[in-house]
Every structure is written in structure tokens, then in C-alpha cells.
């Protein structure tokens, strides 16, 4: 299977729909949220904790914040 085959272009028009969609607007917003905190538990730390480490553990103490 192709490793980006599900890549969204932000050169592609076809992938516009996507890029304006409110799920998509949402998971942006929490991936930068997720890497803003991934750097500060790495920095405590003191190595890098990893994407899925941050992932559950941003999840555990804010994803129910973000739930409406």
C-alpha cells in the first residue's frame, strides 16, 4: 500500500471540500495542540516523549475539554 496515499494536497482543488470541512479544521486545531504539548512533557521530560505518548496523554487531560 502506498504510505501517502490518503494525503490531502493543499494544491489539489479536488481536496478543497476537505480542507474547508469543520472536521477537518478541528483535527488541525488538535494536532497543534497535541505537538504544543508534546514538546513541553518532552522538555519535563528531558527527551522527546514521542507522538502516541503525547497523543493519549494530551487526550487524558484535555480531550473531554473539547468534547461538547
Known sequence: MEKNRYRISRDNPSDTWMRD???FREWE???REIMK???YESEKAGR???????M???M????????S
Open 60 to 67: 487524558v487531560r484535555h480531550g473531554k475539554k473539547r468534547q
Open 56 to 58: 493519549v496523554n494530551w
Open 21 to 23: 470541512s469543520n472536521l
Open 37 to 39: 504539548h508534546k514538546w
Open 48 to 54: 522527546d516523549i514521542g507522538w502516541d505518548r503525547a
Open 29 to 31: 486545531e488538535i494536532k
